[in-house]
């Protein structure tokens, strides 16, 4: 939706940068959606507040609209959160973090009096980037198989943590134990054959005694 409306404004300025027969180089004014928690909680509200991103124009804008995952939030249904958003000036508030409110929310404006060249100025409707947002949660490793990873001496094995939980406001710290050598994070010892990312654990020039079991904590 955005791009749309970028590709529109860029006609624009290219049409009055025709209309001047002067080449120069502008850059489009950006929205973004400012944010007072970075996730939702049940029992707190989140202020969104609509900005332009690095406003060295010092341009302004009057009216705001809001948008939930693309849908006008004036028009929202109660059962995608309509009843817990509440309009405030040009901000918008989430009452509370229910999985009814959580999802992608933009925020679009028409901004005045853009300067083009010295006596041109544009005015233009941009849309913000969405935002997701999240209610915060902890859950458990979710179930399943067992997974077997196959290597050859010398080489680098690569075992992905499976079952991650859902963690938010995220990432979590995870990282991988062998079975009898519980206590040990490996990638966080000295011994820089393991490394730990983020979604598994590597071991680089694997070796016979790598062999075993391994679990995510
Ligand atoms: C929310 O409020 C309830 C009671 O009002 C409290 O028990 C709970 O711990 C609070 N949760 C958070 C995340 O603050
Ligand atoms: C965010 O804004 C809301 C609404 O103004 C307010 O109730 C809430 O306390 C604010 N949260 C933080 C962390 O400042
Ligand atoms: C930007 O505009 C506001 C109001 O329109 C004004 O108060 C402020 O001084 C301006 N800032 C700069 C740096 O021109
Ligand atoms: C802009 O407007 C002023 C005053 O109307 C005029 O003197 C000037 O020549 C104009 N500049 C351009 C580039 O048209």
Sequence with gaps: MRTVKNAVTLLAILYFANAASQVF????????????????SKNHSTRLRCQIFD????????EVYWFKDSLSVSELPTKKGGAELKV???DLLILRGSHHTEGEYQCATIIEDIPLTENT????????APVRLRKARITRFETFRSQTVR????QVARMPCLGMPDVVPGPPDVWMEKEGHEGVPLG????LRFVSTPNG?????AQPQDAGKYFCV
């Excluded at 100025?121 to 913000?128: A, D, F, K, P």
């Excluded at 290597?151 to 010398?154: H, I, N, W």
């Design 88 to 90: 405030d000036g040009n």
């Design 25 to 40: 180089i502008f850059e489009l004014p950006e929205m973004i959606v400012k944010m007072n928690t970075t996730y939702l």
């Design 188 to 191: 966080m010892t000295s011994n």
């Design 121 to 128: 100025t544009i005015n233009t409707r941009l849309i913000s």
């Design 201 to 205: 654990l590597q071991i680089a020039i």
């Design 55 to 62: 406003n060295v124009a010092n341009l302004s804008f009057r």
């Design 151 to 154: 290597v050859r001496q010398g």
